[in-house]
């Protein structure tokens, strides 16, 4: 027999991430501040409703795959300002690795538990991989991601993210 469930979504029903990283940030009795907003899928989507914030305040978290062989491959999270493209070269200087390619839609709701491209948060520790930080993105006093949902956003101070998240900072643009 097969019986069918109608599943009703409200707004509030966000990807669990979410209330992970509002609980992080408020055990630690760090600021932020939270925007519920239409789904965006790109930084620069995210920034037209953010208010307060620029692009390049935007904490863009991008999973890749980088890969010497069929033997050693693994997924990076990267994290770079909303308004900068990594630099293919750099980065696989930095990882030491002979390819880097994006992960596909796939390989990202696998390794970030169901998080949608666009909804990844900048914290790759909570996946369990290694997280690559843009030093330009430490300019910024104040930095505003996707925060595990594309309709949610979190603003936090660089620094808390810092010694949330402990990533590795290279020149990665």
Do not use: C
């Not at 989507?45 to 062989?69: C, V, W």
């Not at 914290?123 to 290694?130: L, Q, S, V, Y």
């Not at 330009?136 to 006093?141: A, R």
């Amino acid at each position: 027999m097969l019986i069918l469930y109608k599943i009703k979504i409200h707004n509030m029903d966000y990807h669990p991430v979410v209330n992970k990283i509002k609980d992080l940030l408020t055990k630690n009795n760090f600021w932020f501040e939270t925007f519920e907003h239409e789904p965006v899928k790109t930084s620069e989507e995210a920034a037209k409703i953010r208010q307060g914030y620029s692009l390049k305040q935007g904490a863009k978290a991008m999973i890749i795959r980088a890969k010497n062989n069929e033997a050693d491959k693994r997924f990076v999270m990267l994290v770079l300002p909303g308004d900068l493209k990594f630099d293919n070269n750099k980065v696989k200087q930095v990882l030491q690795v002979k390819d880097i390619r994006f992960a596909t839609p796939e390989e990202i709701n696998n390794v970030a538990g169901g998080v949608q491209i666009g909804g990844v948060p900048p914290f790759g520790n909570f996946f369990n991989i290694k997280v690559i930080v843009d030093q330009k993105l430490f300019e910024n006093e104040k930095i505003i991601f996707n925060a595990g949902d594309r309709r949610y956003s979190i603003a936090i101070k660089s620094e808390d993210y810092k010694k949330l998240v402990n990533p590795e900072i290279e020149d990665i643009t």
